[in-house]
């Protein structure tokens, strides 16, 4: 069974950082491109970036693009998500997403429960 359990979120004063991860079990960790989605309040499920299966190679949305990184670590199978210069606009519960291979254009196939970030004064 496929398990992937966010930590690390919390509340942040703006221009602020907070560094996410994602530990994953139940399945070849290595073997899957890895991401991270976010929905903010009455919005839509939102993609921000996804990473490599050796990490290689990242994608990012361009409204975080420079402030936030995406590594992994596939000895601990975990995934992090460094986020700097936070803006109220980040505030959202963040799901670390898995892909079904390593191929790098298809979507994720899950997500996990989801870590909130409040970006707030």
């Known amino acids: 069974e496929v398990q992937l359990v966010e930590s690390g979120g919390g509340l942040v004063q703006p221009g602020g950082s907070l560094r996410l991860s994602c530990g994953a079990s139940g399945f070849t960790f290595s073997g899957s491109v890895m991401g991270w989605l976010r929905q903010a309040p009455g919005k839509w499920l939102e993609w921000i970036s996804k990473?490599?299966?050796?990490?290689?190679?990242?994608a990012y949305v361009d409204s975080v693009k420079g402030r936030f990184t995406i590594s992994r670590d596939n000895a601990k199978n975990t995934l992090y998500l460094k986020m700097d210069s936070l803006k109220d606009e980040d505030t959202a519960v963040y799901y670390c997403?898995?892909?079904?291979?390593?191929?790098?254009?298809?979507?994720?196939?899950?997500w996990g429960q989801g870590t909130q970030v409040t970006v707030s004064p």
């Open positions: 990473i490599s299966c050796t990490g290689g190679n990242t």
């Open positions: 997403a898995k892909y079904p291979s390593c191929k790098w254009s298809v979507r994720n196939d899950s």
